[in-house]
């Protein structure tokens, strides 16, 4: 297994409102729910680009916390030669997909647990441009994501692979569709939950690598196992440090 294929662990960065500290039932609450409730809506409307319904940002008649309508706009490009980037839902919109999967959430949460979703996704794309960067493009144009499709139920082979061994399942999946120089190749993006290091501090961890549909990746995933390998058989000796000049 590659370094890129290991799961990069993401804890959330200092600063991000979930770094107080809660009691074990809040902190239980603010978990991402099983699947990303955005994806794969029971209505008609179904957005192509990202297998998601257009969601109104309307607060339920019961709601008794008025949570945000602004949209952040992500790091993460979706079109060719263009600024556009991709907005995530704004608290109100998470809620939303919430209440119309029937979970319940406390609204109080609907703000933190968008915070994280949003770092996740942010986290997966920085991998995914490590492994762009190991392809030959013969054209200058930047990586974009030109669709994605949330895959919660479908158990990726690798992550499979490793339950059989004890490794806990992941609770979401996402397939990416990045675009460059007129080819399109898919990510296969697994996210995982890790014990907390601090109390009240999510940690995640994430397996981002492009998924086995050509030679290319086949390859290149190939060396970046045996690499890793190779550095785990035969590490690097590091050269010690100088001793200080006498004075």
Same mark, same amino acid.
């Given at each position: ?51 998601? %319904? ?5 607060? /339920? ?13 992500? +790091? ?5 030669? +263009?600024?556009?980037?991709?907005? /995530?839902? +704004?608290? &109100? ?6 209440? !119309?999967? =029937? ?7 609907? @703000? ?5 979703? $949003?770092?996740? $996704? ?12 190991? /392809?030959?493009?013969?054209?200058? @144009? ?6 994605? &499709? ?9 992550? !499979?692979?490793?339950?059989?061994? =004890?490794?806990?399942? %992941? ?8 675009? !460059?120089? =007129? ?7 697994? /996210? ?5 290091? @601090?109390?009240?501090? %999510? ?38 440090? %100088? ?5």
């Amino acid at each position: 297994m590659s370094k890129q294929e290991r799961k990069s662990q993401s804890t959330i960065p200092p600063g991000c409102p979930m770094h107080k500290p809660e009691n074990e039932k809040t902190a239980q609450a603010k978990s991402i729910p099983p699947g990303c409730p955005m994806h794969k809506g029971d209505t008609k409307e179904i957005n192509q680009l990202n297998m998601m %319904p257009d969601l109104a940002q309307t607060a /339920y008649e019961d709601q008794t916390i008025d949570l945000p309508k602004e949209r952040v706009i992500s +790091s993460i490009p979706k079109a060719k030669d +263009s600024d556009a980037k991709w907005e /995530y839902p +704004s608290p &109100q919109q998470f809620y939303n997909a919430l209440r !119309r999967k =029937g979970w319940e959430t406390p609204e109080e949460e609907v @703000e933190t647990m968008v915070d994280i979703h $949003n770092f996740l $996704n942010e986290e997966a794309w920085q991998q995914v441009l490590k492994w762009e960067s190991k /392809y030959k493009c013969d054209c200058a @144009e930047d990586p974009y994501l030109s669709k994605f &499709q949330g895959r919660p139920k479908e158990i990726s082979p690798k992550a !499979r692979w490793h339950t059989f061994f =004890g490794a806990p399942r %992941p609770f979401d999946r996402h397939d990416w569709y990045i675009s !460059r120089c =007129g080819q399109t190749r898919r990510y296969v993006i697994d /996210y995982y939950e890790a014990p907390e290091e @601090e109390p009240g501090v %999510p940690v995640f961890h994430l397996d981002v690598r492009p998924a086995l549909d050509d030679v290319p990746s086949m390859m290149i995933r190939f060396k970046e196992a045996a690499k890793a390998k190779w550095e785990q058989w035969f590490p690097t000796q590091q050269p010690p440090n %100088p001793a200080p000049a006498a004075e």
